[in-house]
């Protein structure tokens, strides 16, 4: 494209562009929008003024668009009380494919696994009498049943999503995979080897041309029409396989962002709870080896197993919300903890776990109580046992810089000079993205264990920050180490001037920096 000059846009998945690395600043890059509100009742409006018109040729132009808009509001407000349903709605693919389960029957399903379902077999089963003609060839009595086409198209989404990441796979590939299975006597339906190549040729052909669950990407490709259905077709090819199968297979996705829906999708069809408590066990052993990126999608994984509506035990579902709960109280990167706040607020439609979130988010919000700074100051003469210490630990994560430094001093005071717990806040001063925590934790490391081999450091990097409040605490533990410069005091003016003020969060710091200038330079 470079060397003939040529115009060209490409589209491509987030994940798949990312892939591609080069240089990317030599393209103008955007990202489609979501289908707006208006869009969605815009698109709505014309399905339903179609149908309606469909019904009733005689119907009057304002009688229709008055029932439109009645259907229209009806659909909306039921989409609405799904937060899964709203989040489909934002592609007009999908929306269109409600509308349409929508007006085939009565009411939509109230997630998107059962959105999922119901539109495969809606799409399978539709002209079935087209279908069965085109699937059996004139002199065999084989036919195939509706859920033996599922099975088929089931198991080259699976093949697809494990070894084809792109979502594209070569037809003559795709005709393999179904020719073997279908001459399988085994595993599959032990049809001969001369039929099952001509048969397999026509499923193919079936599901881009009649079903419409397949097109082709390229002359040579084919692609499920949507990767939704990809996913959740692999779901159900992974539900057929061996329990022992099923868990190594979870084990090895399940840090892969990319299969989150896939194993979604195997635990709501999976009717078993215990079966769904070792995919569960297995997804936790995976996390204690997991670095920190794959952390943050095996526990949003299992965030969503536990408020979503599958086949989890109601003990398992309230032990993984209760680890949520910590996560999101404890974690170390904001949007992951937006993220899984999504979850619970999602969850609170859970039978299991809507009484656990309720209680939490009353603790949460609002935050009826000021000055909570004192009540750490307090707990330091409480006699200490873990609820104080994990009381403090959250206290490190409020949301006021003053309760997060009353809450390090306390930790520093309680824990002075225990090593793990110097480690962990020098993790959290390392590794934290809100930089009032990072502020918080480095205090703590100065008050009660300044031995700690990274806190050198910790200082260099915040004596260089743009940040404020980090330039002054490098400042303050410069002091504590008694290496304080003249640069240091000209940077400590500069910083309680009224022309470098740290704007209304000063008050906070007066006495530290009133005993800065007192103990570094007497």
Not at 365 to 379: G, Q, V
């Amino acid at each position: 494209i470079k060397q003939r000059n040529s115009p060209a846009i490409i589209t491509s998945r987030p994940s798949g562009f990312r892939r591609l690395g080069g240089k990317q600043d030599e393209w103008q890059i955007g990202e489609l929008s979501d289908f707006s509100l208006d869009q969605q009742r815009s698109l709505s409006n014309i399905w339903f003024a179609h149908r309606i018109k469909a019904h009733d040729e005689t119907c009057e132009r304002d009688e229709i668009e008055r029932l439109a808009n009645i259907e229209t509001d009806r659909f909306i407000s039921e989409l609405n009380r799904s937060k899964d349903l709203k989040d489909l709605a934002r592609v007009p693919l999908l929306l269109c494919l409600l509308i349409y389960h929508k007006v085939n029957n009565a009411r939509l399903p109230q997630n998107r696994f059962k959105a999922y379902d119901s539109l495969v077999e809606e799409i399978i089963q539709t002209h079935p009498q087209k279908r069965k003609v085109a699937a059996s060839l004139p002199d065999s009595s084989i036919d195939f049943s509706d859920e033996e086409i599922k099975k088929i198209f089931s198991l080259v989404a699976y093949h697809m999503h494990e070894y084809n990441i792109e979502g594209t796979m070569d037809q003559m590939k795709a005709v393999s995979i179904v020719e073997d299975y279908l001459k399988d006597a085994e595993k599959g339906l032990g049809i001969s080897q001369r039929e099952s190549h001509r048969l397999s040729c026509d499923l193919l052909k079936i599901g881009e041309n009649s079903i419409g669950i397949l097109a082709m990407s390229s002359p040579t490709e084919i692609r499920f029409f949507h990767r939704v259905f990809q996913e959740f077709l692999a779901s159900y090819y992974l539900s057929s396989l061996s329990l022992e199968d099923r868990i190594t297979i979870i084990k090895n996705h399940c840090a892969d962002p990319q299969w989150k829906d896939t194993i979604l999708g195997l635990f709501y069809i999976t009717a078993c709870t215990e079966d769904v408590g070792k995919f569960i066990e297995a997804i936790k052993e995976k996390l204690e080896q997991a670095n920190t990126i794959e952390q943050y999608t095996i526990e949003l994984l299992l965030a969503e197993a536990a408020f979503g509506d599958f086949n989890c035990s109601p003990a398992l579902a309230r032990m993984l919300a209760r680890e949520t709960f910590s996560q999101v109280e404890l974690g170390l990167w904001a949007p992951h903890r937006e993220d899984l706040l999504h979850c619970i607020l999602d969850g609170l439609r859970s039978t299991k776990v809507k009484e656990l979130g309720k209680q939490k988010i009353r603790e949460w919000f609002p935050c009826r109580t000021y000055s909570r700074n004192i009540l750490f100051d307090a707990m330091v003469n409480w006699p200490i046992d873990e609820t104080i210490v994990e009381c403090m630990w959250r206290g490190l994560r409020d949301e006021e810089i003053g309760c997060q430094r009353a809450a390090a001093r306390a930790l520093a005071r309680i824990k002075k000079g225990d090593s793990n717990t110097g480690d962990k806040i020098e993790s959290l001063a390392r590794r934290s993205t809100d930089l009032f925590i990072r502020v918080s934790a480095i205090e703590a490391l100065l008050k009660g264990w300044q031995e700690q081999e990274g806190l050198p450091k910790l200082l260099e990097i915040a004596g260089n920050s743009s940040i404020l409040e980090l330039r002054l605490i490098a400042i303050l533990g410069k002091i504590e180490y008694n290496n304080q410069t003249e640069e240091d005091l000209n940077e400590l003016i500069r910083l309680s001037s009224n022309g470098d003020r740290l704007l209304w969060r000063l008050d906070e710091w007066n006495k530290d920096i009133i005993d800065a200038f007192i103990r570094g330079w007497p």
